[in-house]
């Protein structure tokens, strides 16, 4: 399956997603006839990755999945179409799990910043600034009337 999410980029580098394992080896391992996994390949439950010449290649991960898929069919008496549908909830919950961690670390990164923003408007506040302090009322009442051109001022 091409870009299949956390495969390696490294061709020279192995981990559980590297497509090494030829399906007679991939059976072996995962304790499955061989038709049995080009069946679960076609209906969609274990998707292999493939060669330039169309022959499928298996990962560990792979064979974790069928394992699961054998488990749960066997075990738990699911049936494939049922055993599709968790394993898509599951690809969905990781997914999403994922994207929450991922909002996390941007979401800790924006409020260190606006921490970091904070504290440089505080340090820039002058220091020689008195704090405002709110003068006693008084009950005095003043009232301001204009003169008027009539009472001897002068008019414009």
């Known amino acids: 399956m091409e870009g299949r999410p956390g495969r390696s980029r490294s061709p020279y ?7 090494v394992y030829v399906i007679s080896v991939a059976a ?3 304790g499955l006839h061989p ?5 679960y390949d076609r209906l969609g439950l274990v998707s292999p990755d493939r060669t330039a010449g169309r022959g499928r290649r298996y990962s560990a991960r792979d064979i974790e999945l069928l394992r ?7 075990d ?4 494939l179409a049922g ?11 990781a997914a999403l799990q994922a994207r929450v961690a991922e909002l996390s670390a941007a979401l800790e ?6 921490q970091q923003r904070e504290a440089q408007v505080h340090a820039s ?17 003043v009232v301001w009337r204009p003169k008027r051109p009539d009472q001897g001022g002068r008019s414009s």
């Open 13 to 19: 580098e192995l981990t559980d997603e590297s497509p």
């Open 28 to 30: 072996q391992l995962s």
């Open 35 to 39: 038709q049995t996994l080009r069946q």
């Open 68 to 74: 699961t898929v054998q488990q749960l069919s066997q």
């Open 76 to 79: 738990e008496g699911i049936n």
């Open 83 to 93: 055993i599709k549908r968790i394993i898509e909830l599951e690809n969905q919950v």
């Open 109 to 114: 990164g924006a409020a260190a910043a606006m």
């Open 125 to 141: 506040y002058r220091r020689d600034l008195v704090p405002y302090q709110d003068v006693q009322q008084t009950s005095a009442l």
